[in-house]
């Protein structure tokens, strides 16, 4: 386990061969930069490790899944640079998950705002709870869902993302999630969701390598530009939270007022 900023991440994997990644962060686990990145290698090390079989990420906690990004570290960006670097935290975990040869399951237990919303729609199967409503706030604090964009249009499409962007004040339900593809799965409390994710991880680890990493092949086919790409649309968003307007918004959230 690694200590980041008063949140950490983990992983550990079974005899079977399932890693699980867990992270968790205080502030509702919102992820700062270093732990986006500690994220990342987690991912990236169990992907590339022989004897994992399925990668379960998951974080710790009940009431939240994962609420974006870390506020407080928005405000201490200072230039387009810090910012677009910031922002690529996000574009590398949900790369590392893309490119990664093993199946990536996600366990999400409860709400997921903003760059939270891009984790789940980054694993290649997600299992929710009824609590785990969504939500996509970028536009409402000046910046917008850049980055997450391709991972949640490609499991939502178009339309959907669509709603999802421009309510940006509103959570839509976890059958919602459902209904539009970003869960394939809900349960009526975390014991149920738990108790799917157990048997689907190890029946996933019971089945050939070799198709496992093939049947991922087939489901990014088409993504293989997202390394540029995310980076890009990061750089957008690291220059819009220098903005008069994203910075007032970001305090205004902040002290309640929004």
């Known amino acids: 386990m690694s200590s980041i900023s008063n949140g950490d991440v983990s992983s550990n994997i079974s005899s079977s061969g399932v890693a699980t990644i867990s992270f968790y962060h205080p502030a509702q686990n919102s992820l700062p930069s270093a732990l986006l990145d500690e994220l990342t290698t987690k991912v990236e090390s169990a992907g590339s490790d022989p004897k994992t079989r399925v990668i379960l990420l998951k ?35 949900i790369n590392a998950c893309r490119k990664s040869p093993k199946i990536v399951i996600a366990r ?17 199967y997600c299992l929710a709870t009824e609590a785990a409503s969504i939500k996509l706030s970028e536009l409402a ?3 917008g869902p850049f980055v997450i964009s391709p991972a949640v249009t490609r499991k939502i499409g178009l339309p959907a993302f669509s709603q999802l962007t421009i309510r940006a004040s509103d959570f839509q339900t976890a059958q919602w999630a459902k209904d539009k593809g970003l869960f394939n799965e809900v349960y009526a409390d975390i014991a149920s969701l738990d108790g799917a994710v157990n048997e689907l991880a190890e029946k996933l680890s019971s089945y050939h390598p070799e198709a496992l990493s093939g049947l991922k092949q087939i489901l990014w086919e088409g993504t293989e530009n997202w390394d540029e790409l995310l980076t ?14 994203t910075q007032q918004a970001l305090h205004g959230f902040l002290s309640g007022k929004r």
């Open 232 to 245: 890009q649309r990061a750089a957008i968003s690291g220059e819009l939270v220098l903005s008069e307007f």
């Open 108 to 124: 999400v237990q409860g709400k997921s705002v903003g760059g939270g919303v891009g984790l789940a729609a980054g694993a290649d």
């Open 141 to 143: 604090i000046g910046i």
């Open 59 to 93: 974080s710790e906690g009940e009431r939240t899944f994962c609420a974006g990004a870390s506020f407080d570290e928005l405000l201490q960006i200072k230039d387009k640079e810090s910012g677009a670097k910031f922002f690529s935290g996000f574009a590398r975990v």
